[in-house]
């Protein structure tokens, strides 16, 4: 028969009581939750990536760290990127005087129609949005499925070829564009909620207006890519000071974060600032000058602006940047340079 120790338990069960009986000690069962079968407990796995449709995710290769070093630019530890850099800062400020002095293609008629703000802003509006293709007919697909503002026609984007860097989602059809109408009649005019007051300063009236456009199937790269095109082709007086690094899955995004080595969005516009303002370039042309820089070489997007003659800001920006590597005989004269100043 069972008999219970002075702590309450079995005896046998007692983890004291036994060792001083010599018995063994059984230990307890470990509780068990009690099964439901009709009740499961949801994953908390995130779904698997081949439900994010067309998404596709292109790793950055780093080239081999040299030593390089730049307060600029604290990310970069190669020369050959910050080389790479260099040249398309050039290419994207160059890009930006022509759009200023002589545009071609579509954009020499966006600049036309300044006295038609509104047949102006939306065929810049069509630019963006659509992306001008990397072809010697950059213009070619939005040439073919244009309409005018006055019309209230949508374009017929069935089949449409697409440049590098649309809006244009084939899925949603022409729901952004609605969207972009909407917008502007609940504003009075395209050129009421782009221009904002008239007391405005060419920044802020940037500013504002690219929160105004914020709307679902126009991120960040076309819709600071239109501003910039109405503000550089003389139609709105529009001028950022910043680049609006908050989407985290934009492209000039993850580039800055890379070449100014931190992800906090306010030390990136500082550091963004920073080397705008040393370089001599428009903050404006940091946004592509980043983007180009982070795809593979050959694959420049040149948003409809080719020919630009960029090579002598190219030599400037490189030696700013001291992004040109040293030959041996450049080394050697330094080097003797040295011995002699130290001789007097």
Not at 86 to 98: G, K, P, V, W
Not at 281 to 301: F, K, Q, T, Y
Not at 315 to 332: M, N, S
Request: charged content about 30%.
């Amino acid at each position: 028969m069972p008999t219970f120790c002075r702590h309450n338990r079995l005896e046998a069960n007692c983890p004291i009581c036994s060792r001083q009986s010599g018995g063994a000690v059984t230990p307890p069962r470990p509780s068990r939750r009690p099964e439901s079968r009709a009740v499961s407990t949801p994953s908390k796995r995130r779904p698997s990536s081949r439900s994010g449709g067309d998404l596709r995710v292109r790793r950055m290769a780093r080239a081999v760290d040299d030593g390089y070093e730049n307060d600029l630019m604290p990310g970069l530890r190669a020369t050959v990127e910050a080389a790479h850099l260099a040249d398309e800062l050039a290419f994207s400020a160059a890009r930006l005087e022509q759009l200023h002095a002589a545009p071609p293609g579509l954009y020499a008629e966006v600049a036309a129609l300044r006295d038609q703000p509104e047949e102006a802003a939306w065929l810049a509006l069509l630019i963006a949005y659509l992306s001008p293709l990397e072809t010697d007919e950059p213009f070619a697909e939005i040439e073919r499925v244009r309409t005018t503002w006055a019309s209230g026609e949508l374009p017929d984007l069935d089949g449409v070829e697409l440049g590098p860097r649309p809006a244009h989602d084939p899925s949603r059809g022409t729901k952004t564009l609605e969207a972009y109408r909407h917008w502007a009649e609940r504003a009075g005019s395209q050129a009421a909620g782009i221009s904002g007051d008239a007391g405005w300063t060419p920044q802020r009236r940037f500013e504002r207006a690219f929160e105004r456009l914020a709307m679902r199937g126009f991120d960040r790269g076309p819709r600071y890519e239109l501003l910039v095109v109405l503000g550089s082709t003389g139609v709105f007086d529009l001028r950022p000071w910043s680049l609006h690094l908050s989407d985290a899955m934009d492209p000039t995004t993850i580039a800055a974060k890379r070449v100014f080595g931190i992800g906090d969005a306010m030390n990136l516009q500082r550091r963004a600032s920073d080397l705008a303002n040393a370089a001599g370039v428009p903050m404006e042309a940091l946004d592509l000058g980043l983007l180009n820089w982070s795809r593979p070489e050959g694959e420049r997007i040149t948003a409809g602006v080719r020919d630009v003659d960029d090579a002598e800001r190219r030599t400037a920006l490189r030696r700013l940047l001291r992004a040109e590597p040293h030959e041996d005989g450049d080394d050697a004269d330094h080097d003797d340079a040295d011995d002699a100043a130290g001789e007097a």
